[in-house]
């Protein structure tokens, strides 16, 4: 089993940045894709970033140039640095794992963001 389990939310302005991490344990996670979505209230959740183990990373539209995801291999944490946070980026973050789907899902954490 893995557990992950998300820190670094918070509130913010609009303009600020936050970095979440997520700390995964029970097994190493070197292999496999490493991933952030959010729920907004009332929305469904969606994909926000995406890392596999080669480094190669994808990211929403609504986030490219603004946030970045990486990872410590060594540390079994991802990250997601968040740049010039909208009020639009209100919602709850979860990371995931997976080694095809991501079948091992963070609790989430608040990020909220006042313009």
């Known amino acids: 089993q893995v557990q992950l389990v998300e820190s670094g939310g918070g509130s913010v302005q609009a303009g600020d940045s936050l970095r979440l991490n997520c700390t995964a344990s029970g097994r190493t996670f070197s292999n496999g894709r490493m991933g952030w979505f959010r729920q907004a209230p009332g929305k469904e959740r969606e994909f926000v970033a995406a890392m596999g183990w080669t480094g190669i990373t994808n990211y929403a539209d609504s986030v490219k140039g603004r946030f970045t995801i990486s990872r410590d291999n060594a540390k079994n944490t991802v990250y997601l640095r968040m740049n010039n946070l909208k009020a639009e980026d209100t919602a709850v973050y979860y990371c995931?794992?997976?080694?095809?789907?991501?079948?091992?899902w963070g609790q989430g954490t608040q990020v909220t963001v006042s313009s």
């Open positions: 995931a794992y997976g080694l095809g789907s991501f079948d091992y």
